[in-house]
């Protein structure tokens, strides 16, 4: 199959740990890898946000990475990109009219409702749509509040994709839930999680060098609902416990290694650290190239994930399969992947207490951390291995293929009006 990925923010060759560089990022380059492997052609559209970069480049054998030359060529915070996505939808057309994908996959709302777009202009041309999310902006305003800096837009826009696109993936059960108050039957819903490099994140390997502490880690981006700072206010609790063996190791940022100390958000986290008496016990990485990720987290003992919402979560099945019990949050698809008291721990959201009565029961208890390590390998490597993700996917594709008859469906999103275009260009006020 010809297969079109459209992830207007989130690049496959993006360097991770930045604030729009996460999660999706990652799946779309594995999931597109593995569908190459299993024998597709894969051609990636991301928005062009560096002059220099050439307009395609091969990511590996059988897909292609094309930057959409879409808004200025330079990084845009992914909230303020709607006003570009009519003319990302321009440019995908006039590539699909050459040659015309077997299947539409975009990825998060922004990319859906330039992919919609693109795809109705090629009237009885058109190809299947399917979409993934990735996060649900009223998901995110429950969450997050005031501090939602999604453009007003999304609350009408993003279930307009939903309600449009020929199938909408969900990467967990929590999130099917969520989609059918927005009006997307659940007929046109499908589940496929996301996956875990399983040859990369094995047990077996090198380890980073480490000290006696008891060791847990945080990996991923700093944002606040991220949770890292509820895990330092863990360690702290410990820490007035007289448990002073334990460290936190933060992976994840906007800097490398040799900077890391400039980025703004390890300075919020590391001034909590100090408030919270515990700077000493904190030690921020910044990014780590992810081929180095395993490494790293084979030197911990626990890893830690306690963001206030997930809609999946990478780093979880990434610790499984290396062979590191986790502590997360009962949230979005952490809910799916770590199994309580089987693969890890759950901990109720936003409840430092919680973490830190989790963390001492697996300071505390060697052969639960043993069995938890064991049973997370297998689970990982059995059920979330990008090679049965893309298996799982291409079984979408086909039956999107199969049941949606070339130019039998229209779009029904509308195009973004240019009042609100224009205002969202010369940074109008969100609501």
Not at 68 to 85: C, N, R, S, T
Not at 181 to 200: F, H, K, M, N, Y
Not at 284 to 302: I, K, N, W, Y
Not at 383 to 396: F, L
Request: with cysteine; glycine share 8%; charged share 25%.
């Amino acid at each position: 199959m010809r297969i079109s990925m459209v992830s207007e923010h989130a690049s496959p060759l993006a360097a991770l740990g930045g604030v729009d560089a996460g999660g999706q990022n990652v799946h779309v380059a594995a999931l597109s890898a593995a569908l190459a492997e299993r024998g597709h052609s894969v051609t990636v559209y991301t928005r062009r946000d560096d002059p220099h970069l050439p307009e395609r480049v091969p990511l590996c054998r059988g897909v292609d990475v094309v930057h959409v030359d879409a808004g200025p060529p330079a990084a845009v915070p992914k909230d303020d990109l709607l006003p570009f996505m009519p003319e990302f939808g321009r440019v995908l057309a006039e590539h699909w009219r050459e040659d015309v994908p077997d299947v539409v996959h975009s990825h998060f709302w922004m990319s859906g409702v330039a992919a919609l777009q693109a795809a109705a202009r090629l009237g009885t041309a058109r190809p299947p749509v399917a979409h993934t999310f990735h996060a649900l902006g009223n998901v995110k305003r429950r969450h997050q509040g005031a501090e939602d800096t999604s453009p007003p837009e999304r609350e009408t826009l993003e279930p307009a994709v939903g309600r449009s696109a020929d199938t909408v993936v969900a990467t967990c059960s929590d999130e099917a839930f969520e989609l059918i108050p927005l009006g997307v039957p659940s007929s046109r819903i499908a589940v496929v999680p996301c996956g875990v490099d399983t040859e990369l994140f094995t047990p077996e390997g090198p380890a980073e060098e480490r000290g006696a502490r008891f060791r847990i880690m945080t990996v991923g981006r700093l944002v606040p609902r991220k949770g890292v700072g509820l895990t330092i206010t863990a360690l702290a609790r410990l820490v007035a416990e007289g448990r002073d063996d334990i460290e936190l190791t933060v992976i994840g940022g906007s800097r490398g290694p040799r900077d890391v100390l400039d980025d703004p958000d390890v300075q919020r986290l590391r001034a909590h650290a100090r408030r919270e008496g515990v700077e000493h016990l904190v030690s921020f990485r910044g990014q780590v190239p992810h081929a180095e990720l395993a490494a790293a987290l084979r030197s911990a003992d626990a890893v830690v994930c306690a963001p206030w919402y997930e809609p999946f979560g990478i780093v979880p099945l990434e610790a499984m399969a290396t062979g590191v019990p986790v502590i997360a949050a009962a949230v979005g698809g952490l809910i799916d992947t770590v199994v309580h008291g089987g693969t890890g721990l759950h901990v109720p959201p936003r409840d430092p207490d919680a973490i830190a009565a989790a963390i001492r029961t697996l300071r505390d208890d060697p052969e639960l951390r043993a069995d938890l390590a064991r049973a997370g390998v297998a689970r990982a490597h059995t059920r979330y291995s990008w090679a049965k993700v893309a298996a799982d996917t291409e079984r979408v594709y086909r039956a999107l293929a199969a049941a949606s008859p070339t130019g039998a469906a229209e779009s029904r999103i509308a195009p973004l009006p240019r009042r609100a275009a224009a205002r969202r260009a010369t940074g109008g006020a969100r609501a």
